[in-house]
């Protein structure tokens, strides 16, 4: 099992990109899933995530009202857009999905994608 981001580059502040993360492998139409991100120097962190039934969302201060998180079950594949962005979003973008809420959001998911970088120029 495995997940897979992609949509990731190079935009200009103000610019909007979609990043998706695609898993292969079980299902995980049971699992939270999520985004977390690590810029150059900083520690991973928390930044969406969805429930299972792609109902209920939660986001971080600093993306609330500019990023939204979706997915598609029937494509094991989960979404975000990212609007309204700003040099300081710059960073590697990581998908991530688990049985628990509570340990993914703490940075303890099941299963992390390998990265995608989004570059924000001013």
């Known amino acids: 099992a495995q997940l897979v981001e992609s949509g990731g580059g190079v935009v200009q502040a103000g610019g909007s990109l979609r990043l998706s993360c695609a898993a292969s492998?079980?299902?995980?139409?049971?699992?939270?899933r999520g985004w977390f991100r690590q810029a150059p120097g900083r520690e991973r962190e928390f930044i969406a995530r969805?429930?299972?039934?792609?109902?209920?969302?939660r986001y971080a201060d600093s993306v609330k009202g500019r990023f939204a998180i979706s997915r598609d079950n029937a494509r094991n594949t989960v979404y975000l857009q990212m609007n309204s962005l700003k040099p300081e979003d710059t960073a590697v973008y990581y998908c991530?999905?688990?049985?628990?809420?509570?340990?993914?959001?703490?940075?303890?998911?099941?299963?992390w994608g390998q990265g995608t970088q989004v570059t924000v120029s001013s």
């Open positions: 492998g079980p299902t995980f139409s049971n699992y939270y």
């Open positions: 969805i429930d299972r039934s792609g109902l209920t969302t």
């Open positions: 991530a999905a688990g049985p628990s809420s509570y340990y993914l959001e703490a940075g303890r998911p099941e299963y």
